[in-house]
């Protein structure tokens, strides 16, 4: 089964209009996340894996599952029903609520509140109260978990929110390296350890994501030129057929290594990160966009095939090197720690790009939805037709 499925197979596609491929994307996500739905638990497993038995599915997640009803609460009931079973998004907002208080993750929290607004659930002051007695604003978490905190405070109406909203907003910026372009990976930690100065990819675009939320609803000058910044670097360093790298250096900015190139960074998180931004502040970063699409429908580590597996409808996780577990980023982290321009020689030749990670996780296919509504294809498509 493994061959019969293999992405160096399937047939190098002609060029198509953005649009046509999101569309394609949108169609195999819902059977796709159906797959990924447990009615019984009203929760979504953790990811779908492809084995040497089938597909699979492995554990469940909160965390996915608000993810994925934020994405939902965008579309029509057509496709709620498909994927949820029948089962109603308040009924399974309500599933997370219930145990809201007992969790001590943030990023949970924060993802959480913010999917109260999406889905219009009626009573998020249990969310609100666990995300402040989690302080986001003084406790040492990870950026992004930070950024999330940030995006759903923007979107939440109670006052008791603005506080800890201008807090969190200039925690992220003191956070940002206005030189290199970059925030870090963990809030407060600097060059305390071997991998302390390395950012991967989401520690940039979830704060640009935010810091755009919080310049439309406030104007802050500082947030409009942070997250232009962080967005005008990794949009500059964009592989040449669109790939959006992983790893950046906190100091400099510089790519310290780019593999893996994971599926939902050029369908989902990079362009939703960027439509924040470009509805803030009117910047096009509609071509970044579509480079990366086209990486998606195509790309030369794969030999011209896809992530995109049509006969299985699932959207492969991502392309990485050959490699014992993690074994380039750890080597490239170590040289570079030694100094910003330094990188371990050879590794191209060591350990090719080409390996698939045959699974997907329903947060991808969430974020599809939230990057790509109906309403913003039609903008897209109107564009594209002039």
């Given at each position: 089964?493994?061959?019969?499925?293999?992405?160096?197979?399937?047939?190098?596609?002609?060029?198509?209009?953005?649009?046509?491929?999101?569309?394609?994307?949108?169609?195999?996500?819902?059977?796709?996340?159906?797959?990924?739905?447990?009615?019984?638990?009203?929760?979504?497993?953790?990811?779908?894996?492809?084995?040497?038995?089938?597909?699979?599915?492995?554990?469940?997640?909160?965390?996915?599952?608000?993810?994925?009803?934020?994405?939902?609460?965008?579309e029509e009931q057509d496709t709620v029903s498909a994927v949820l079973a029948g089962d109603s998004m308040h009924d399974v907002?309500?599933?997370?609520?219930?145990?809201?208080?007992?969790?001590?993750?943030?990023?949970?929290?924060?993802?959480?509140?913010?999917?109260?607004?999406?889905?219009?659930?009626?009573?998020?002051?249990?969310?609100?109260?666990?995300?402040?007695?989690?302080?986001?604003?003084?406790?040492?978490?990870?950026?992004?978990?930070?950024?999330?905190?940030?995006?759903?405070?923007?979107?939440?109406?109670?006052?008791?929110?603005?506080?800890?909203?201008?807090?969190?907003?200039?925690?992220?910026?003191?956070?940002?390296?206005?030189?290199?372009?970059?925030?870090?990976?963990?809030?407060?930690?600097?060059?305390?350890?071997?991998?302390?100065?390395?950012?991967?990819?989401?520690?940039?675009?979830?704060?640009?994501?935010?810091?755009?939320?919080?310049?439309?609803?406030?104007?802050?000058?500082?947030?409009?030129?942070?997250?232009?910044?962080?967005?005008?670097?990794?949009?500059?360093?964009?592989?040449?057929?669109?790939?959006?790298?992983?790893?950046?250096?906190?100091?400099?900015?510089?790519?310290?290594?780019?593999?893996?190139?994971?599926?939902?960074?050029?369908?989902?998180?990079?362009?939703?990160?960027?439509?924040?931004?470009?509805?803030?502040?009117?910047?096009?970063?509609?071509?970044?966009?579509?480079?990366?699409?086209?990486?998606?429908?195509?790309?030369?580590?794969?030999?011209?095939?896809?992530?995109?597996?049509?006969?299985?409808?699932?959207?492969?996780?991502?392309?990485?090197?050959?490699?014992?577990?993690?074994?380039?980023?750890?080597?490239?982290?170590?040289?570079?720690?030694?100094?910003?321009?330094?990188?371990?020689?050879?590794?191209?030749?060591?350990?090719?790009?080409?390996?698939?990670?045959?699974?997907?996780?329903?947060?991808?296919?969430?974020?599809?939805?939230?990057?790509?509504?109906?309403?913003?294809?039609?903008?897209?498509?109107?564009?594209?037709?002039?």
């Amino acid at each position: 089964m493994l061959q019969s499925l293999s992405v160096k197979d399937q047939v190098v596609a002609e060029p198509t209009p953005a649009t046509t491929l999101v569309r394609r994307l949108r169609s195999l996500a819902v059977p796709a996340l159906a797959r990924m739905y447990l009615p019984q638990e009203k929760l979504f497993v953790f990811r779908l894996r492809l084995t040497s038995e089938g597909i699979v599915a492995e554990g469940v997640s909160r965390r996915y599952t608000a993810i994925t009803l934020m994405g939902l609460a965008g579309e029509e009931q057509d496709t709620v029903s498909a994927v949820l079973a029948g089962d109603s998004m308040h009924d399974v907002c309500a599933r997370l609520v219930r145990d809201v208080a007992s969790s001590d993750n943030l990023g949970d929290v924060a993802l959480l509140l913010w999917t109260t607004q999406m889905v219009g659930y009626s009573d998020s002051s249990l969310v609100r109260k666990r995300l402040f007695e989690l302080q986001p604003a003084e406790r040492a978490y990870p950026v992004v978990e930070l950024a999330w905190a940030l995006s759903a405070l923007c979107g939440d109406k109670d006052p008791s929110s603005d506080p800890v909203r201008e807090a969190l907003a200039a925690r992220l910026l003191r956070e940002f390296g206005p030189i290199s372009g970059v925030f870090p990976h963990l809030a407060g930690e600097r060059l305390t350890g071997l991998r302390s100065h390395v950012a991967c990819f989401a520690d940039l675009v979830y704060p640009v994501q935010a810091l755009s939320f919080y310049l439309q609803l406030t104007g802050n000058s500082k947030a409009r030129d942070a997250a232009l910044r962080c967005a005008e670097l990794f949009c500059e360093k964009q592989g040449s057929e669109g790939q959006w790298w992983w790893h950046y250096d906190w100091r400099t900015g510089d790519v310290i290594e780019p593999y893996p190139v994971y599926a939902v960074h050029q369908d989902a998180m990079a362009p939703m990160a960027l439509f924040a931004l470009s509805d803030a502040t009117g910047h096009d970063f509609s071509p970044y966009i579509e480079k990366g699409l086209d990486w998606l429908r195509q790309s030369s580590e794969l030999g011209g095939g896809s992530l995109i597996d049509d006969d299985v409808t699932m959207i492969w996780r991502k392309v990485a090197r050959r490699e014992p577990r993690k074994m380039t980023r750890t080597l490239q982290a170590l040289a570079s720690r030694l100094h910003p321009r330094l990188r371990a020689p050879g590794l191209d030749i060591m350990f090719p790009v080409g390996a698939v990670d045959y699974e997907d996780r329903p947060y991808h296919l969430g974020w599809l939805f939230y990057a790509w509504p109906a309403s913003r294809l039609a903008q897209w498509e109107e564009v594209e037709a002039r």
